[in-house]
């Protein structure tokens, strides 16, 4: 059996994005997840000795504590980012036999790839600028094939205020486009967040742009090369979003650089495609 109709699959071609109502199993694959993440925000809570009460776990409450936590120490909160990444039950999932499918219904005659240091759990704190992503194609950002799948899922309901992923329909056609790898009003940026688009505004302009509201369960699905960016969490939570990321080995280009990770694989992405790069 698929996991795409026919029509999905020449949405995705048209779009460059697809998404999947339903796609994991809430009790199988979400819960645990949940549940390893409320555990950890615990112990970071008390590996710091603060006095913040931890409600017990609930799916629409995993990350009781977390706002009192980086409202007390904004640090721990990073290392509760770095240490979710490293729940069995969230690489399970990255690993889902259902992914490698997908890149074989959207990709034919592929051979599939797990990008390294392209999975995790986004924490996207309210109104905060560093680790927002501006417009972006995920293709300079992680490299490894030009053909490659971005996998988003949410752990919380999205609404409008908690800034959904923007999306710049059909964008995946206009091909690699060209960098700035630093962002002089965002100094503080590093890495792949402080790439931004040559001609930002006018690359984006012309598109009509999508904001799903994914919830718990649903996947959404990125073509590497369509542009989009974080939105702006005006909400009272964190949004919390898990990324998976994978190639094809087969693509000519990914062939061409070896497959080569890009910033969160320590390249400097500069030396392996100059001709992207504006400054
Ligand atoms: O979740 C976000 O804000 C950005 C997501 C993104 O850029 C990605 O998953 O590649
Ligand atoms: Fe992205």
Redesign the pocket.
């Known amino acids: 059996m698929p996991l795409l109709t026919p029509a999905q699959k020449r949405r995705y071609a048209r779009d460059g994005y697809l998404l999947l109502r339903r796609f994991y199993s809430l009790r199988r694959d979400i819960l645990p997840i949940q549940r390893a993440v409320h555990a950890i925000i615990g112990l970071v809570i008390r590996r710091h000795g603060l006095p913040i009460r931890q409600r017990p776990f609930g799916p629409e409450r995993f990350d009781s504590g977390y706002q009192e936590l980086i409202a007390a120490n904004r640090a721990a909160g990073g290392e509760v980012y770095d240490a979710v990444k490293q729940i069995p039950a969230y690489i399970r999932l990255v690993a889902d036999p259902r992914h490698e499918r997908l890149l074989a219904e959207l990709r034919a005659a592929s051979v599939p790839g797990i990008a390294a240091g392209g999975y995790g759990i ?1 924490i ?1 704190n309210p109104r905060e600028e560093r680790y ?2 501006p417009w ?1 194609q ?1 293709y300079p ?1 992680q490299l490894r094939s030009l053909d490659g799948l ?1 996998l ?1 899922s949410p752990l919380v309901k999205l609404t409008p205020e908690l ?1 959904p ?1 923007q999306i710049c329909v059909g964008s995946h056609r206009l091909g690699p486009l060209p960098v700035h790898t630093r962002d002089p009003a965002n100094p503080d940026k590093a890495g792949a967040y402080a790439l931004i688009l040559k001609d930002e505004a006018k690359v984006v302009a012309p598109f009509e742009q999508a904001a799903p509201l994914a919830a718990p369960g649903d996947l959404l699905i ?1 073509d590497f090369l369509t542009v ?4 702006h969490n005006h909400g009272s939570r964190s ?1 919390w ?1 898990m ?1 998976m ?1 994978l190639f094809n080995f087969r693509e000519p280009t990914g062939m061409r650089i070896g497959w080569k990770g890009s910033f969160a694989a320590g390249v400097d992405f500069r030396k392996i495609h100059p001709e992207l790069c504006v400054d």
């Open positions: 986004r996207d927002r992503a972006h995920e950002a971005v988003w800034g992923v990125l989009h960016a974080s939105g949004r979003s990324q990321r």
